[in-house]
Nanobody, 124 residues
Framework: QVQLVESGGGLVQAGGSLRLSCVVSGRTFKVVVMGWFRQAPGKDREFVAAIRWSAGTYLADSVKGRFTISRDNAKNTVYLQMNSLKPEDTAVYYC??????????????????WGQGTQVTVSS
């Protein structure tokens, strides 16, 4: 089993920044990809960013140039740095872990484990 705990959400004004953290514990050696998704009320869960435990990062077009995903292997932690936040970024943000090396990373169904979510609210 893999456990994920997110933190760092909150309320911020448009143009501001937040950094989300996701601590990974348990059978971390099984993790191949870590992802961040978000879900706004009434909308489907959407891909935000992903990072391969070995190398490689991916960002959704809607956040390119504003968000960065990174990891600290020593701390088993993945970060999502969010800059220039917009009201449309408001959502519950989830981190997720994929243990299958299929290569895909942008669909919720690619992932096996999920955190509890952290709310990000951007005011205009």
């Amino acid at each position: 089993q893999v456990q994920l705990v997110e933190s760092g959400g909150g309320l911020v004004q448009a143009g501001g920044s937040l950094r989300l953290s996701c601590v990974v514990s348990g059978r971390t050696f099984k993790v191949v990809v870590m992802g961040w998704f978000r879900q706004a009320p009434g909308k489907d869960r959407e891909f935000v960013a992903a990072i391969r435990w070995s190398a490689g990062t991916y960002l959704a077009d809607s956040v390119k140039g504003r968000f960065t995903i990174s990891r600290d292997n020593a701390k088993n932690t993945v970060y999502l740095q969010m800059n220039s936040l917009k009201p449309e970024d408001t959502a519950v943000y989830y981190c997720a872990a994929e243990t299958d090396s299929s290569g895909s990373y942008s669909a919720p169904s690619d992932y096996d484990y999920w955190g509890q979510g952290t709310q990000v609210t951007v005011s205009s």
